[in-house]
């Protein structure tokens, strides 16, 4: 159990540190730049909505824009949907999230999948992250009561074939974090924050000629996820935070080397659709951000304004960093991964995540291997952080069970 200062729960620092989550009740949060090369973090409201979910993509360095369709194609790509194999699957992913800092934060994933014809598929996943137990305490130190702050997110997609090769999927969301528990925050009682996202996806795959005796076949994915409005934890809150609208993009190469073996090279690209914080000016003797008179803002050194429409917001996103496009190419963020699959039943993976140092530094290998027997599948992976010095990502680990219900039908009837 985990406690903290009351007075501190505005930036709420156990989520902000654990789960690169960002809380704030009152007031929007600017980064200053020194240089070029200086931190400037694009923060987020529910960023659990970026954590790989699933066991498969996770031992893969978190790649699944394009990679073949399974129970689990919604946060990567729900336009996979239309091209998967089986009638109806069910699938359970479980994480054990940064063990290293809180003993007891889990990210949970339930997602289920059933073809309607042979163009169309419908999908839908459950989402449910807890922080685990924290102790709340007021300014005076005095106990308000443990509380166990939770998020969760409940989707639903229709996946169809445009064409013999492409295919297009609209996804629907709605996002529930209950960080605060009715805390106060000074004056200001906390809520619930409450939003309603949409994705946008499509799926393109083809066989290919590409290698003498090589049968391959070729893909790529483009999502965009997250499609939202804002969300705050106050009701009577003016200022609220953009949820993580992102854009992920990648191609997918297949190879039948012969009757038992098969391998998959995947890349997925990302960016953030959310403005970047701008660099503020600041009074040369105090050192302080300067507020623009007769408002709650803060005059701008360098960048643009963040506080914008979503829309507009995920159009600034791609020329709004102080520093110019040097910075943009530094805000994307990068994942590499190979599948190797033995009869389709046995399967060894592997990956690597780049994130810039400026931008959030998160890198790390993966590792992890599948079981499928008949109608039974089960998906492990385990990561490891480049530097492993008391990196919150060590020994993440994720556990996947997918049940193929077309498949146990049929073994029913025979």
Do not use: C
């Not at 931190?39 to 409201?45: D, E, F, R």
């Not at 799926?203 to 070729?218: G, H, R, S």
């Amino acid at each position: 159990m985990t406690q903290y200062p009351y007075m501190k729960m505005k930036h709420l620092a156990l989520v902000a540190l654990s789960v690169l989550l960002f809380f704030n009740a009152n007031s929007q949060t600017y980064q200053e730049l020194s240089g070029r090369n200086s931190l400037n973090v694009i923060t987020t409201a529910v960023p659990f909505l970026m954590i790989a979910p699933d066991a498969r993509a996770g031992a893969m360095g978190d790649v699944g824009v394009s990679t073949s369709p399974d129970v689990f194609s919604m946060h990567w790509n729900p336009a996979k949907y239309a091209n998967i194999q089986s009638d109806m699957m069910v699938g359970l992913s479980y994480s054990p999230w940064l063990r290293n800092l809180v003993p007891d934060m889990n990210l949970a994933y339930l997602g289920f999948s059933k073809r309607l014809d042979a163009n169309s598929a419908i999908g839908s996943t459950l989402r449910f992250f807890t922080l685990g137990d924290i102790q709340f305490t007021d300014e005076n130190g005095d106990d308000r009561g443990t509380y166990r702050p939770s998020e969760w997110a409940l989707d639903a997609t229709y996946a169809r074939k445009l064409t013999d090769h492409l295919s297009g999927a609209v996804a629907g969301r709605f996002i529930y974090s209950n960080l605060t528990q009715g805390q106060f925050v000074g004056t200001t009682e906390t809520s619930a924050g409450i939003s309603v996202a949409a994705d946008v996806a499509v799926y393109w795959e083809k066989e290919v000629e590409w290698f003498k005796d090589i049968d391959a076949t070729f893909a790529w994915g483009v999502n965009i996820s997250n499609i939202g409005n804002k969300l705050g934890y106050s009701e009577t809150s003016i200022k609220k935070d953009f949820i993580p609208t992102n854009l992920r993009f990648g191609p997918t190469l297949k190879l039948n080397i012969d009757e038992y073996n098969k391998i998959a090279f995947s890349v997925d690209i990302n960016k953030l659709l959310v403005p970047t914080p701008p660099v503020l000016k600041r009074d040369s003797i105090t050192g302080n951000p300067i507020l623009i008179p007769g408002t709650d803002k803060y005059e701008i050194a360098k960048g643009r304004d963040d506080e914008v429409s979503v829309v507009a917001g995920m159009l600034q996103s791609f020329y709004d960093a102080p520093n110019g496009m040097s910075e943009e190419f530094r805000e994307l963020y990068y994942s590499f991964g190979v599948e190797y699959w033995y009869n389709n039943a046995f399967a060894l993976r592997g990956g690597a995540f780049y994130e810039d140092k400026t931008k959030g530094n998160r890198k790390f290998f993966t590792l992890g291997a599948a079981l499928k027997y008949n109608v039974f599948g089960l998906d492990f992976s385990y990561l490891i952080p480049v530097d492993a010095r008391n990196n919150p990502l060590q020994n993440t680990v994720r556990f996947a069970l997918t049940f193929d219900l077309d498949a146990a039908s049929r073994a029913r009837k025979n």
